[in-house]
């Protein structure tokens, strides 16, 4: 009998051991990768946009168009009117899209992609132009962008220099009127230039509020967003 049990431990030994499994738990399940950043197609940057379809003599309908980017299961375009400074935000299944806009009307424009599953966005460079309007012999300048120092940055205090992108569709600008202040909005004109840059000088730990205001031939005016920064 001893024999025997000595012989039901060593057949049942090697069963315990492939019954036992594994201790590891199941595998986590693959990160959703997030979206790639569409490149934007039509309207084109910096262009009169003539297309679309005639809604009124004061309204139209431009279809947006983008290319499909990878990872991406949805997009929202942000629309800016940059004559009003009011935003949209309207969502897209596909990478084209209907959009109702002013005719005469000055506008910028980015799109948003977006995957389910993971909460990270990739936005499309900014694109701007001109919807036709009837009539326009002359469009205003777009208004100033892309500032230096960036709005939120901090910069050393001392002398500094302020600078600005321009554009127009005429390619007439004359000059640029530059607003600094400590308040908000900035109500102190401190030059008048023709170049996209100036030099000025700032106190140490103070917050600046500063502007642009575009000019051209026709004496067509464009202000800029308010731009913010800090001085150490």
Known sequence: MK???????????????????????????EPTPAPSATTLV???????C?????????????IFRWNIAQNTDSYT????????DDGRQINANTNELAIRLNRGTAYSWSVVSKANGTSETAESAIWRFYNAGPGIENY???PADDPSPKSGATVNSGSLTLGWAGSDLDNDIVSYEVYLDVTNPPGTLVGTVTQTSFETTITADTVYY?????????NNRSNSQIFQFRSN
Request: charged fraction near 20%.
């Open 140 to 142: 205003s300048p777009f």
């Open 3 to 29: 024999g025997a049990k000595y012989l039901f431990l060593i057949l049942i030994f090697p069963l315990l051991l492939a019954c036992g499994g594994s201790d590891d738990g199941p595998s986590d399940p």
């Open 210 to 218: 500063w502007s642009v205001i575009t000019i051209d031939s026709e």
């Open 77 to 84: 375009v942000n629309l800016r009117n940059l004559n009003t």
């Open 42 to 48: 039509f309207p084109e940057n910096n262009s009169e």
């Open 50 to 62: 003539t297309e679309g379809t005639l809604l009124s003599d004061s309204e139209s309908e431009v």
